[in-house]
């Protein structure tokens, strides 16, 4: 994924042809440069001699100034607004080498195109109306999806799912601010739009509703973000183990050294669909090594950022004061997990209990007895089901929208049965209505649109 800084959108820009080489970077078999705008139509003719047939794969060489192949391949054009940007769109899918595609993107910017922004592609399909603001933003999410229910999270709001059930909520919206504000504006008339029973029960299935877009949201953040949970703990309690067990390979060095971990280990892991991002630290205790030191420096600001804490004790010595004083410092113990292992050589079940501490999982890492037992806490912290249908991808600021928005109807709700004061629940709605409208992308600004799309990659 490109790294570049975010751009405001530029009105100018979409009067440009872009070019991008679409498929990853190194080498392979298939290489695809991609060209979309005005300048798409000449530019094939110019390098293919003619365009093929609209939709059409044709065999053609991709020629050079001098009329020599520089490759030959498969080439497609789009016409606008037929395509995926809405512009005219070229396709050369030739060979996937490195020098080749520099080759055919330097030519097609030699017959007036400019190298694609980050996401430009995704941008434009979005400033055309070919797709809203969620569905560009699910692109990026397939691309990157974790695992495949996460991917089929991602095809669901691709083809419109997440939106249309923001979209419905809008409606709802607008069209009892509708009532509203005729009742406001037109008091002579007598409107009876604001009964007291309707209001408040449209109010009232309204943010049953939000309340629901809001729980499916949630599902989708954590397929898209997983969880972070960092495995800490002393020296020698069996955290190497944990990860290899977790991860079902061996991921981390295991002896019975102590200190044997010195930096931090990563292991991205499919639990029922969700990614669970598990990093082993070094163990924690006093040292004089710098280099072991600077591995506990690390686990410590691994610690602090972690979505979930598993610290990790010997089930016969149990958690300790010098545990005790960690867990004061440096996280909180509402996200931390006690995990007893080496229950093999303690005898104890494995299970899930609530200790003293809070949630202990008693298991054995060295055999493999009580993972399925972690596997559904962790699930459980993450606030994760498993039932996989119906549900759609979302992102942070997704659920900060739909948070404003339930706070915004919360208002609404409180003003109609407090004071019956139809003007400030008219004020809510609308408030919530452009909280749910930045989802989509109807009311947004450029500096949004900038952040979001500079995250895609170049070609997207």
Known sequence: ??????????????????????????????????VSGPGARRIGEHMLGSLPAARHAALRPFLD???????????????????????????????GGPVVL?????????????????????????????????????????????TAEAARAATRSLQGMFSTRVSALVESLVELRVHIEAAIDFPEEEIDFLAEANIAQR????????????????????????LRV????????????LLNCLAGRESAIVTDVPGTTRDVIRETIDIEGMPLHVLDTAGLRDSDNPVEQEGIRRAWAEIEAADRVLLVVDDDRGVGAEERRWLAQHASSAKVSIVRNKIDLSG??????????GP???????????????????????GYQSSGEGLFMARRRHLEALEHAQDALGRADRQWRQQRAGELVAEDLRRAQLALSEITGEFTTEDLLGRIFASFCIGK
């Not at 520099?102 to 980050?118: E, F, H, M, S, T």
């Open 348 to 357: 104890a079940e494995p299970g899930v209990i609530e200790g003293e501490h």
């Open 203 to 226: 109010l009232k299935g309204l943010s049953m509703n939000l309340r629901n877009v809001v729980a499916a949201a949630h599902q989708g953040q954590v397929l898209r973000d997983g």
């Open 360 to 382: 202990e999982i008693r298991l054995s890492a060295a055999i493999g007895l009580g993972l399925d037992s972690l596997r559904g806490h962790l699930e459980q912290c993450a």
């Open 102 to 146: 520099d080759l055919v993107v330097q030519r097609v910017c030699a017959l007036g195109a400019r190298p694609a922004r980050p996401g430009e592609f995704s941008e434009r399909a979005f400033l055309n109306d070919r797709v809203d603001l969620a569905q560009a933003e699910a692109i990026a999410d397939l691309i990157d999806s974790a």
């Open 1 to 34: 994924m490109a790294a570049s800084p975010p751009s405001p959108i530029a009105v100018a820009d979409s009067q440009d042809t872009i070019v991008a080489v679409a498929s990853p970077r190194g080498r392979g078999a298939i290489g695809v440069v991609r």
């Open 65 to 95: 100034d001098l009329g020599q192949a520089l490759d030959q391949g498969l080439a497609l054009f789009f016409p606008a607004p037929r395509s995926f940007t809405g512009e005219d769109v070229l396709e050369l899918q030739g060979h």
């Open 230 to 241: 960092v495995i800490a703990g002393r020296p020698n309690v069996g955290k190497s183990s």
